[in-house]
């Protein structure tokens, strides 16, 4: 069974940043990896996903430009560095890779 683990999570002020990474127990070279997020009432939406070689990459339009993802396949983990937080980023992050998902780590913006 492939476990995908989280970490980084926290409560941070408006503007601040945030750092949140992944580790899967199995190598995802060949499959896309991608941080979704889900804040309280509302849908789980994908945040950012990075391929293989890294030269594809997307991000959900509110968080471009302030989000970037990265990715180590010989560690077989994902990160996501969040800058400028506002407080709509306040969300469970969850990770996820080849029909696999993680527990989630909770993001809190709050002054």
């Known amino acids: 069974q492939v476990q995908v683990v989280e970490s980084g999570g926290g409560l941070v002020q408006p503007g601040g940043s945030l750092r949140v990474s992944c580790v899967v127990s199995?190598?995802?070279?060949?499959?896309?990896m991608a941080w979704y997020r889900q804040a309280p009432g509302k849908q789980r939406e994908l945040v950012a996903r990075?391929?293989?070689?890294?030269?594809?990459?997307e991000y959900a339009d509110s968080v471009k430009g302030r989000f970037t993802i990265s990715r180590d396949n010989a560690k077989n983990t994902v990160t996501l560095q969040m800058n400028s937080l506002k407080f709509e980023d306040t969300a469970v992050y969850y990770c996820?890779?080849?029909?696999?998902w993680g527990q989630g780590t909770q993001v809190t913006v709050s002054s």
């Open positions: 990075i391929n293989t070689g890294g030269e594809r990459i």
């Open positions: 996820y890779s080849n029909g696999n």
């Open positions: 199995r190598s995802m070279f060949g499959f896309w």
